[in-house]
């Protein structure tokens, strides 16, 4: 077992289980900053107490170096294509959300109408056409998300990888 002053780590059969001040088991989360794209970092996780939350702020890096070159223009470049994607996402869900408010605020108005005269509105089938294509565009546009994240992830990892084995060449 590795100690320093504020923290230690616990070497598990599995990973590194880093410790923060309070002695609990640290949280690894990933920094989306423009200097620090997709690099991960070790942060306390926190405790609820009797009045509220409490943290001790531990922070340190997860991994060992910045991300440069290729990969930090990737990264860049995916974090601006993921956060297009969700606005995208959100406004589709919002004409949906208003398509559908429409379909029945017009279904139920023309439906009252055509009860008394036994005709069908015509509206009301363009407007679920709408709304259905307006989905499957959320459905297609989630499951990109999905892949750019992905994608995200196996760079991080890549990343990782690579400096480990290049830090392991120059120890040996």
Known sequence: M???????????????VM???????????????????GRRFYTCEGRRVSNGYQ????????DVEKPHGWQY???????????QQREEISNLQNQVRELSLENVRIGGAVRLENESSGQTPPDSDLNCEAC???????????ERS????????TLAVGFTVVICVFMGILKW
């Open 19 to 37: 410790v923060c001040n309070c002695n609990f088991e640290a949280k690894v989360l990933q920094a989306w900053t423009v200097d620090n794209p």
């Open 73 to 83: 223009t990737a990264l860049l470049g995916a974090k601006n294509v993921m956060r």
């Open 55 to 62: 943290t001790c702020n531990f922070f340190r890096w997860y």
């Open 2 to 16: 590795a100690q320093s002053s504020s923290s230690f780590t616990i070497d598990n059969k599995k990973e590194k």
């Open 132 to 142: 259905e294509a307006l989905r499957g565009e959320i459905l297609v546009l989630n």
């Open 146 to 153: 999905m892949v750019y994240r992905n994608v995200l992830i």
